[in-house]
């Protein structure tokens, strides 16, 4: 009985100091999450540098941009970020505004916006009624087509991830127009930037009302 009893205590104890464990575990990782999407850059200049620069008339003061066509930055890996910058610096990304608005940022002032806007509360749409045939794709792709699910790479409610060299981009709660657009530039081949084409091949095999779908559930998530 008093032995049942120990033995009890001491499964009690184990189990508390799992839960403890896991529990640190869990906050090491959100940690771990938290300083990648904020990368090296500093994001207190990197406030005074986007407003500057003018960055958050159309971004938004918190990354959430009020218009559909422009995309949040809010919580998006920082990494990104200066890539895209990058890449529409080089002329590897083309877009009327953003080719001019990105023209004399240096790697600094990239790495430091980058770092404000990835430090800031994660974009969150707002839930819209998801059509199963977007949780599908989202969830399970369709390998008759090659169609890799999203969820492989954009990592759970696509709120992105970084795995060895490359940072897939948080989607999930990005703004639905600005997300069907990019949809449409890979699969029209106007946007060639995502490492070894892979979003053009993925995007090339999406009907238009795939892609509407798409754009609709992964903006609410
Ligand atoms: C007049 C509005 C406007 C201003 C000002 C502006 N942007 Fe943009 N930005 C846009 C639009 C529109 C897009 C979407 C481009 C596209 O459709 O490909 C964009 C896209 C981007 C992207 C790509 C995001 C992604 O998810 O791929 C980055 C990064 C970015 N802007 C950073 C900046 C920075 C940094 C500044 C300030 C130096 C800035 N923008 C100023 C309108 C603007
Ligand atoms: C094999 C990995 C992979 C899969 C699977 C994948 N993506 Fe991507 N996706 C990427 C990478 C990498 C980028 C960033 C490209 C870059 O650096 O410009 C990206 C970028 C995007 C963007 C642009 C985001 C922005 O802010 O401009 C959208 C939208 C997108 N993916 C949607 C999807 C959808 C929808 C699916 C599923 C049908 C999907 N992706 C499946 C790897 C993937």
């Not at 090296?40 to 620069?53: A, D, H, L, R, T």
């Not at 639905?176 to 949809?183: D, G, T």
């Not at 449409?184 to 779908?213: F, Q, T, Y």
Request: aromatic residues 6%; charged residues 20%; proline residues 3%.
């Amino acid at each position: 009985m008093r032995l049942a009893h120990w033995k009890r205590s001491c499964f009690f104890i184990a189990g508390f100091a799992l839960i403890v464990s896991m529990k640190t575990m869990a906050a090491e990782q959100g940690t771990e999450i938290a300083a990648q999407r904020i990368g090296y850059g500093n994001p207190v200049i990197g406030k005074e540098k986007s407003e500057q620069g003018r960055c958050q008339e159309c971004h938004g003061a918190e990354g959430n941009s009020s218009n559909d066509k422009i995309p949040n930055h809010a919580g998006q890996y920082a990494a990104y970020l200066s890539k895209q910058l990058n890449d529409f610096q080089s002329g590897a990304r083309v877009h009327e505004i953003m080719t001019i608005m990105a023209e004399d940022l240096s790697a600094a002032d990239r790495a430091d916006i980058g770092a404000y806007f990835g430090g800031r509360k994660m974009m969150q749409g707002e839930a819209v009624g998801a059509k199963p045939l977007a949780v599908n794709l989202f969830i399970n792709g369709d390998p008759a087509r090659n169609i890799l699910p999203c969820v492989s790479c954009h990592s759970d409610n696509g709120k992105g991830r970084v795995a060895g060299n490359v940072v897939y981009p948080v989607i999930g709660g990005q703004r639905k127009i600005y997300l069907r657009s990019q949809l449409v530039n890979w699969k029209l081949g106007e946007r060639n930037n995502s490492p070894g084409g892979v979003m053009n091949k993925i995007a090339e095999s999406l009907s238009d009302d795939e892609i509407e779908a798409l754009a609709d559930y992964i903006s609410g998530l």
